[in-house]
Nanobody, 119 residues
Framework: QVQLVESGGDWVQPGESLRLSCAASGRFSTINTMGWYRQCPGKERELVATILTGGLTNYADSVKGRFTISRDNAKNAVYLQMNSLKPEDTAVYYC?????????????WGQGTQVTVSS
């Protein structure tokens, strides 16, 4: 069984930084795309950033220049460095991984970690 475990969420003031981490455990073949999504109360879950196996990244316009996604394939982990945080970044952040198992690809989600940006 594959599990994604996230960490790093916290309460911070505007302008501060946070680093989120997510690691996959269990038995699987390969991890393809890794990404981070977020959801605010009453809103749909939205894409924050993704990173392909080769390192190609994609960001939502709202976080470009402030957030950086990275991955460590040896640790089956993905990270999100968030700088210059704004109150509108407040949300539950979820990691997502496309994992190949027994020849088929499946999407897995972490449990979510709360990020609150407020003075």
């Amino acid at each position: 069984q594959v599990q994604l475990v996230e960490s790093g969420g916290d309460w911070v003031q505007p302008g501060e930084s946070l680093r989120l981490s997510c690691a996959a455990s269990g038995r699987f073949s390969t991890i393809n795309t890794m990404g981070w999504y977020r959801q605010c109360p009453g809103k749909e879950r939205e894409l924050v950033a993704t990173i392909l196996t080769g390192g190609l990244t994609n960001y939502a316009d709202s976080v470009k220049g402030r957030f950086t996604i990275s991955r460590d394939n040896a640790k089956n982990a993905v990270y999100l460095q968030m700088n210059s945080l704004k109150p509108e970044d407040t949300a539950v952040y979820y990691c997502n991984m496309r994992i190949t198992n027994y020849g088929s690809a499946y999407f897995y989600w972490g449990q979510g970690t709360q990020v609150t940006v407020s003075s």
